[in-house]
């Protein structure tokens, strides 16, 4: 398993993400997931092995299987396997998606249905999450009635923040912001369905959208991977308390334990830290797909 830092490519750059970078093929983009990690809004100085090949076949697999309900960007899952780019395999391999060039909406579109992380913090504040009103007397970790739509802006430095659906509708207007409300509830519900038959919840996940050529609404970035979602164990899941995490929130749990600022730069990791979140991300992996790492 080839850990990679930052992919070093003949292509034209288009973006540098804190976890993906994006190349210029034509009138396609290559994206190559690295085994970056971020947390709060800072890309840490440690890697964890493997992450990024994890991250792409995990979207690749849930870009195939949710293909029926909305179109993705995704022309090849394996570009590493094209005449084209075979010389550069040892980068792109299992790591790299070859897709569509879109126009994005400047949005993360986030559903949540059990209300932890920021969702937790602001409804202590104020009962609500993006507008949505929910019910009081709420436990952390508890199952919403039914799963919310909370979008934030989209930041590539920075913090996103948090927006109302109304603030959307201004923004994309009435009718988009409704489609990519009804759309993200759609893929949510299906892939949680799917997950629990596999022992999993997910608590919450974002989407990312865009506009192609034609004016069609599809699906781009990545879903349902551990970056993007939270994911439980069904039988560790106990309502008023955090179960054992696998995803990103392994990370930021122990960042949130240690004595950094979350201002300053950050600190490099521990091996064992880094070891356990390549650890679960493989088993998230491995649970939800039925592939080995």
Same mark, same amino acid.
């Given at each position: 398993?080839?850990? !990679?830092?930052?992919?070093?490519?003949?292509?034209? *750059?288009?973006?540098?993400?804190?976890?993906?970078?994006?190349?210029?093929?034509?009138?396609?983009?290559?994206?190559?997931?690295?085994?970056?990690?971020?947390?709060?809004?800072h890309i840490? #100085? $440690?890697?964890?092995?493997?992450?990024?090949?994890? *991250?792409?076949?995990?979207?690749?697999?849930?870009?195939?299987?949710?293909?029926?309900?909305? #179109?993705?960007?995704?022309?090849?899952?394996?570009?590493?396997? =094209?005449?084209?780019?075979?010389?550069?395999?040892?980068? =792109?391999?299992?790591?790299?998606? =070859?897709?569509?060039?879109?126009?994005?909406?400047?949005?993360?579109?986030?559903?949540?249905?059990?209300?932890?992380?920021?969702?937790?913090?602001?409804?202590?504040?104020?009962?609500?999450?993006?507008?949505?009103?929910?019910?009081?007397?709420?436990?952390?970790?508890?199952?919403? #009635?039914?799963?919310?739509?909370?979008?934030?802006?989209?930041?590539?430095?920075?913090?996103?923040?948090?927006?109302?659906?109304?603030? !959307?509708?201004?923004?994309?207007?009435?009718?988009?912001?409704?489609? !990519?409300?009804? !759309?993200?509830?759609? =893929?949510?519900?299906?892939a949680s369905?799917?997950?629990?038959?596999?022992?999993?919840?997910?608590?919450?996940?974002?989407?990312?959208?865009?506009?192609?050529?034609?004016?069609?609404?599809?699906?781009?970035?990545?879903?349902?991977?551990?970056?993007? $979602?939270?994911?439980?164990?069904?039988?560790?899941?106990?309502?008023?308390?955090?179960?054992?995490?696998?995803?990103?929130?392994?990370?930021?749990?122990?960042?949130?334990?240690?004595?950094?600022?979350?201002?300053?730069?950050?600190?490099?990791?521990?091996?064992?830290?880094?070891?356990?979140?390549?650890?679960?991300?493989?088993?998230?992996?491995?649970? *939800?797909?039925?592939?080995?790492?």
């Amino acid at each position: 398993m080839n850990t !990679l830092a930052r992919a070093e490519l003949p292509f034209k *750059l288009f973006k540098r993400g804190k976890v993906r970078d994006v190349f210029e093929a034509g009138d396609r983009l290559l994206i190559v997931s690295s085994d970056r990690i971020s947390a709060f809004d800072h890309i840490l #100085p $440690s890697l964890i092995p493997g992450k990024g090949q994890v *991250l792409n076949r995990i979207a690749a697999f849930w870009f195939e299987r949710t293909r029926e309900l909305i #179109p993705n960007h995704v022309l090849c899952s394996e570009p590493e396997t =094209l005449a084209e780019f075979a010389a550069h395999a040892a980068i =792109l391999e299992k790591r790299t998606l =070859l897709a569509r060039r879109v126009n994005a909406f400047p949005v993360e579109a986030i559903v949540r249905g059990y209300i932890v992380g920021s969702g937790w913090n602001t409804y202590q504040k104020s009962g609500e999450v993006c507008g949505v009103k929910l019910p009081g007397g709420l436990k952390f970790a508890d199952r919403l #009635p039914e799963p919310i739509f909370t979008p934030t802006t989209k930041a590539d430095q920075g913090h996103d923040a948090d927006i109302t659906f109304e603030q !959307l509708a201004g923004s994309l207007g009435r009718e988009t912001a409704a489609q !990519l409300r009804a !759309l993200s509830l759609k =893929l949510f519900a299906a892939a949680s369905a799917f997950a629990l038959e596999q022992g999993i919840i997910i608590a919450d996940s974002k989407f990312e959208f865009g506009r192609d050529a034609q004016g069609n609404i599809i699906l781009i970035d990545e879903i349902f991977t551990p970056d993007s $979602s939270r994911f439980w164990k069904r039988d560790e899941y106990r309502p008023g308390q955090e179960p054992p995490p696998f995803d990103k929130q392994y990370v930021r749990n122990y960042l949130l334990a240690s004595s950094w600022d979350r201002r300053s730069t950050p600190p490099e990791l521990p091996a064992d830290v880094i070891s356990a979140t390549a650890a679960k991300y493989g088993e998230i992996f491995h649970i *939800l797909t039925g592939q080995q790492p």
